[in-house]
C-alpha cells in the first residue's frame, strides 16, 4: 500500500515545515501550503487521505476550509487551534473536523493522533459488514443508512456513534466510552461530553421512525435496541 499523503494548511512556516519533517520521517507523504484559499485547491487536485488544518489562516479560514471540504469528502481532519475556546466549534456539528489539537504541542503527540485516526480508518475498511436491525439498514462499507429503504444522510461523527453503538451490541456506552472511541480520547482530556448528546439528538431525528433504537441510559450513556 502506498504511504498516506497528508495536507498541512498552516500559515505558521517554521511549524509547517517541522510536521512535514516528522511526517516525513515516518513515512507519510507531505504537502503542505500556507493559506486557506491554496488549501482548498490542494485538496481538490492531490486527494489527500487525511488533512491537518490550522484554524487562523489567510484568505479563507480553517472553518471554512473544514466544511467546505466535509461537504465534499469523509476524510479525516485534525484542526490546529491556539485557543482552547475554538475546540467545541471544531467538534461540533457545524464543520466537522475528527480530532484537534491545540498550540503549543509536541511533535510526538501529533504522531500519536495520526496514528490512532489511521488506525481508526483501517479498522473501517477492515471492518467491512451491513447489519439489519428492524427496518434500520446500516452498511459499513458504502457508509449508508437507511430506514424503511430510504436513505438517511448521517454525518461522519453520526455514523461513527451509531457504528459504535451496533458493535457492543446492546450493550450501554458511557459518554467516556463513545468519545475514546469515536474520537480516541482518554478520560483525562477537557472535552465536553454534551458533544456527544448533541450528535446523538441530531443522529435520532434523521433515523425518523427508528429513532427509538437509540436508547438513552439514564446516568450512563446510550445503547442500541437489536430487536
Ligand atoms: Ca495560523
Redesign the pocket.
Known sequence: MAAEKILIV???KPLAKVLKYNLEKEGYRVLTVFDGKTGLEAFEKERPDLVIL????PKTDGFEVCKTIRQRSKIPIVMLTARKEEVDRILGLEFGADDYITKPFSVREVMARLKAIFRRVLDKDAAAAAVRMGNLEVDFEKYEVRVHGRPVQLSPKEFEFLKCLIAAGGRALTRDELLEKVWGYDKSMEIDTRTIDQHIARMREKLGLEAERVVTVKNVGYRIRQD
Open positions: 498552516e500559515d505558521e490550522d484554524v487562523m489562516l
